[in-house]
């Protein structure tokens, strides 16, 4: 990029004059509105271009033509291509007008408009009119509006006022002409709202709204896909003497997406580990017979046990622990970790832990609940 000591630039929602060169990948900027001096990275900058794109050449609006509009422009390709192997036979000419039924006049705008590389298309005739969506504003305005929006469109307050205010200010600085409230207005119709949710919102809870979410399970029989993670109990773990706080326990549960069955967990007074994941999966995979008679609930059959196929879980590292993966890799188990920043790739398990904190732990003598607010 070649600057000079005029260019002015976009920066942080506001006009800014190049004033010298520091580094070779950051540029000194400043700001006339505000008589500050700035140090801005090459690549968070957007040049304001007063050049027109005017020479740039115009595309064909190819979609409104009809199927009989592409098989004609079909043939007559065909007849054009075969004309120009045969062009230096006697009467080639007018074999071809009589093949296309057209004047010379117009056999000749064919030959002109036809491209061998671009095909059948290079034959059809673009549509008259205006074309949707056409901006009729200079586009660097344009790209002044669209930095106003990233600026002003943040959090719940965020309306086409204070973008238009933003836009008529970074406009006035760059000396180009404002432009209109409703012009404003029409640019942020025009953006999805998953994209201004992003800016007002934050990308997670954007995401979380109009992200597509998988809605099939994969698993087709039992012991296929298990999905592991770990919660912490709403209630408070107290001393059976004194009576005082001690602290609040960590459940690990696993969850089959097949049956949605809880094959097994592990409940403790620590938090997360190895040794917590090592007991949840021993749990899981041994029968549980012996078990439940300790606990003097022999009626109680509970026959869900056994070797996955595959384990899904977080990125946590106990989850990524080496001794973790060569034991799993031992009993022939695939470990499977979500992509980071998208929890709802284990909205099984998760939704486990919301229904043992709500259906039950949330009735328990000294549950917390889940915020204060609710005690």
């Known amino acids: 990029m070649i600057i000079q000591q005029s260019d002015r630039f976009l920066y942080e929602g506001k006009v800014w004059t190049y004033a010298a060169s520091l580094t070779e990948t950051s540029v000194q900027l400043y700001c006339e509105a505000d008589h500050v001096f700035v140090e801005a990275d090459l690549s968070d900058i957007e040049f304001i271009s007063f050049v027109s794109p005017s020479n740039e050449e115009t595309k064909k609006d190819l979609s409104g033509a009809s199927w009989e509009e592409w098989e004609l422009a079909e043939y007559r390709y065909i007849a054009i291509k075969e004309y120009l192997n045969n062009i230096k036979e006697h009467g080639s000419f007018a074999k071809l007008q009589a093949m296309l039924s057209l004047s010379k006049p117009r056999v000749y705008v064919l030959l002109k408009n036809y491209n061998d590389e671009e095909g059948p298309s290079s034959l059809l005739r673009s549509k008259k009119g205006r074309k949707t969506g056409s901006k009729f504003i200079a586009y660097n305005i344009e790209s002044i509006i669209n930095a106003a929006v990233e600026y002003e469109w943040k959090g719940p307050g965020s309306t086409v006022k204070k973008v238009h205010l933003r836009a008529e200010e970074m406009c006035r600085a760059a000396g180009v002409p404002s432009p209109s409230y409703g012009t404003v207005q029409k640019r942020l119709k025009e953006r999805p709202e998953s994209n201004l949710a992003k800016l007002s919102i934050g990308v997670k809870r954007a995401n979380d709204k109009y992200s597509a979410r998988p809605k099939h399970n994969n698993s087709q029989r039992p012991l296929a896909k298990w999905q592991m993670d770990h919660c912490v109990i709403d209630c408070i773990i107290v001393d059976e003497k004194t009576r005082r706080p001690l602290c609040r326990p960590w459940a690990t549960l696993i969850i089959d997406l097949h049956n949605r069955v809880v094959p097994g967990y592990y409940l403790s007074l620590n938090a997360p580990g190895a040794y917590n994941v090592a007991m949840a999966i021993t749990h899981a995979v041994c ?51 979500r992509p980071i920043g998208k929890p709802w790739w284990g909205g099984h398990i998760e939704r486990l832990n919301g229904t043992l904190a709500m259906s039950y732990i949330h009735f328990l003598p000294g549950t917390t609940l889940s915020n204060v607010g609710k005690l």
């Open 287 to 337: 029968p549980k017979g012996k078990w439940i008679e300790a606990l003097g609930d022999e009626d109680i059959k509970y026959p869900y046990y056994g070797r996955p196929e595959e384990i899904a879980m977080d990125n946590a590292k106990e989850f990524k622990s080496q001794f973790f993966r060569i034991a799993a890799k031992k009993n022939n188990i695939h470990l499977a970790w």
